[in-house]
């Protein structure tokens, strides 16, 4: 079981930014998503093992990158001009095992899941 341990969420003005991180257990692909009040967990980034490939919600193109620190096993979701419509808890996810060297967006895909961190953002 691979352990996530997320921080960075908080409570920020409409056009600020934040920065998510998440420190795994390992190397592995990995992910973030969110969920916002009565809706289902929604894709926003993901990033291959290597850091090469990245993957990108189209609601956040331009505005977030997702990054690594392999020598560190943490993941970073780096988050610019934020909108309220951003508001909901963010979860970072690990896929073990691995073997391509993909970008993967898709829930079933991942295997281990963070506890959540909230982000809020407000007009």
């Known amino acids: 079981q691979v352990q996530l341990v997320e921080s960075g969420g908080g409570l920020v003005q409409a056009g600020g930014s934040l920065r998510l991180s998440c420190a795994a257990s390992?190397?592995?692909?990995m992910g973030w998503f969110r969920q916002a009040p009565g809706e289902e967990r929604a894709f926003v980034a993901g990033i291959s093992w290597s850091g090469s490939n990245t993957a990108y919600q189209d609601s956040v193109k331009g505005r977030f990158t997702i990054s690594r620190d392999n020598a560190k096993n943490t993941v970073y979701l780096q988050m610019n001009s934020l909108k309220p419509e951003d508001t909901a808890v963010y979860y970072c996810?690990?896929?073990?095992?691995?073997?391509?060297?993909?970008?993967?967006?898709?829930?079933?895909?991942?295997?281990?899941w963070g506890q959540g961190t909230q982000v809020t953002v407000s007009s």
């Open positions: 390992g190397g592995y692909p």
């Open positions: 996810a690990a896929k073990k095992p691995f073997v391509t060297n993909t970008a993967y967006t898709r829930a079933y895909e991942y295997s281990d």
